[in-house]
C-alpha cells in the first residue's frame, strides 16, 4: 500500500473515493495471494464482492485476471494522475477505457470462461472499470478547479472596484420635475391626455372655428382617420373637464407636435406643460399671481415678469407672459415664454354639451388656463443656444448637466 501511495503521492489531495479504491486494488493482490492458502481477512472484502466459489479458486484464469486488472487498474491511476489537462486526461480515458482500450481488451477473456465463472469475471471487470472512471471524474474535477484558482490567482480582492459613469437627468426631464414640484405645491395636480388627439379635443371644444391657420394641414399632422397629433396639450384641459366637475386644479406636461421648419428655436416634437384651474370666482389676479409666483420660483425672486395682451381662441382675454433675462455683458432682454389667459365661456359651453349637465355653467364657473414650452423654459435656465442640442444625444453636450 505505501507503494501504491507513493506512486501516486504527487496527487494533491486524494478524495476518500479514491484512497478506498487503491486500497482495494492493493486489498486485491493481497487477496489473491491468500486466497490460494484459503484465509481471508479483509476488511473489504465482502462475500457479495468476491463469490468464493471453489471453481474460482481452483481455475488458473480468474486469478490471472485479477492479476491483469490489478496491473491495468496501477497504471491508470498512474496515467491519470500524472495527467496535466483535460486532453492529456482524455487520452488516458482512451487507452483504458476505449473501444481498443486495455481494459477492453482483458475483457475478451470472458469469451473462453465457463459459464459458472462469468458472474465473478465481470463483477472483477466492472469493479476496475468503476475504480478507473471515478478516478478520472475526480481528476476532471481537480483540473476544472486548478485551472479556475490559476485563473483568479492574480486577483487581487483588496483593489478598489472599477467606478461606472454616473447616468444623469436630461436637462429637460430636470426642468419638468421642477415645475411640477413648484404647482404641486400650490396644489395643481398631474393630468394625462392622448397625443393622437381628436380634432374636436383639439380644436372645436375650445372654441377653434374650421377656417383657423392652426387647423391648416400645412401646419398640423393629421392622420387618414381624420384624427391628429395634438398641436398643443391644451386638449388636455377639455379632457379633464369632459371627467371631472369644478373645482378642476391640474398641470398636463407631455409632447405637442407642428409642421414646423426645424431651426435654432423649433422642432416638429416638442414639449409643453399645460396648466388649468376652474372653480368659482377664479380671476386675473389669481393668474397673475399664480404665475407670478412660478416664475420667481423656478428662476429666482428677483426675476421680472410682464403680461402682454394677445388673443388664443380658447381664452378671453389672453396674455402671453415675457420674463426678463439678464445675460451678463448684454443688455437685458425680455423672452417671451407662455401663453396665457381666462377660460372662454364658449369652452365650457362645448364641455358642457359634451358632458349634458351644467357643473360648467358658464355663468358660475370661471377659470384660467396657461401653456408654455419645457424647451424653451430648459433653454432660458442653462443658456442653451440650439434647441436642437436637447434632441442630439450628444454626449459632449448632456454630461455638462451630469
Ligand atoms: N395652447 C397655447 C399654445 O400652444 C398656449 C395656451 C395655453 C394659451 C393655455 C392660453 C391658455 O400656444
Known amino acids: ?43 473489504f472484502s465482502t462475500g457479495a464482492q468476491r463469490p468464493l466459489h471453489t471453481s474460482y479458486l ?17 497504471d491508470a491511476l498512474i496515467a491519470i494522475a500524472a495527467a496535466t489537462d483535460e486532453r492529456t486526461l482524455d487520452n488516458a480515458r482512451v487507452e483504458f477505457l476505449g473501444k481498443s482500450g486495455r481494459l477492453t481488451q482483458a475483457s475478451s477473456v470472458m469469451r473462453d470462461l465457463p459459464k459458472e465463472e462469468k458472474p465473478a ?30 485563473a483568479v490567482a492574480d486577483l487581487d480582492l483588496t483593489l478598489p472596484g472599477r467606478t461606472l459613469p454616473a447616468g444623469a437627468i436630461h436637462p429637460l426631464t430636470a426642468m419638468q420635475d421642477r415645475v411640477t414640484k413648484i404647482f404641486r405645491q400650490l396644489g395643481f395636480a398631474l393630468a394625462t391626455g392622448p397625443e393622437v388627439e381628436t380634432e374636436w379635443h383639439c380644436f372645436d371644444a375650445l372654441n377653434t372655428p374650421a377656417d383657423h391657420p392652426a387647423r ?15 398641436t398643443h396639450t391644451s386638449s388636455v384641459q377639455v379632457r379633464t373637464m369632459e371627467g371631472n366637475k369644478p373645482p378642476v386644479r391640474i398641470i398636463a406636461p407631455g409632447s405637442a407636435y407642428r409642421r414646423d421648419e426645424i431651426d435654432a428655436t423649433h422642432l416638429s416634437v416638442f414639449n409643453q ?21 412660478f416664475f420667481k420660483a423656478l428662476y429666482g425672486e428677483s ?16 396674455f402671453e407672459i415675457d420674463v426678463k433675462l439678464e445675460a451678463t455683458g448684454k443688455e437685458a432682454k425680455w423672452i417671451e415664454i407662455a401663453g396665457c389667459g381666462m377660460v372662454d365661456p364658449a369652452v365650457f359651453d362645448a364641455v358642457g354639451n359634451e358632458r349634458g349637465d351644467d357643473a360648467y355653467d358658464s355663468t358660475k364657473i370661471t377659470g384660467f388656463a396657461f401653456g408654455m414650452g419645457l424647451e424653451r423654459l430648459t433653454m432660458i435656465e442653462y443658456g442653451i443656444s440650439d434647441i436642437r442640442h436637447l434632441i442630439e444625444n450628444d454626449q459632449r453636450f448632456l454630461t455638462q448637466f451630469a
Open 1 to 43: 500500500m505505501a507503494g501504491i501511495l507513493a506512486m501516486t503521492g504527487h496527487f494533491c489531495v486524494m478524495s476518500y473515493r479514491l484512497f478506498v479504491i487503491r486500497l482495494r486494488s492493493l486489498h486485491a493482490t493481497q487477496e489473491h495471494k491468500s486466497a490460494r492458502t484459503n484465509k481471508i481477512h479483509s476488511p
Open 58 to 74: 481452483l481455475l488458473s484464469t480468474p486469478n490471472m485476471l485479477q492479476s491483469d486488472l490489478n496491473t491495468i487498474q496501477a
Open 121 to 150: 469475471a465481470g463483477q472483477m471487470l466492472n469493479e476496475t472499470r468503476q475504480a478507473i472512471t471515478s478516478a478520472l471524474d475526480d481528476k476532471k474535477i481537480a483540473l476544472i478547479a486548478e485551472a479556475d484558482a490559476l
Open 216 to 230: 391648416n394641414e400645412s401646419d398640423t399632422f393629421y392622420f387618414d382617420s381624420g384624427k391628429l397629433l395634438r
Open 273 to 293: 406643460i399645460e396648466g388649468l384651474y376652474v372653480a368659482e370666482n377664479v380671476t386675473l389676479p389669481d393668474l397673475k399671481g399664480t404665475l407670478e409666483f
Open 303 to 318: 426675476t421680472e415678469v410682464r403680461f402682454r395682451p394677445h388673443f388664443f381662441p380658447f381664452t378671453e382675454p389672453s
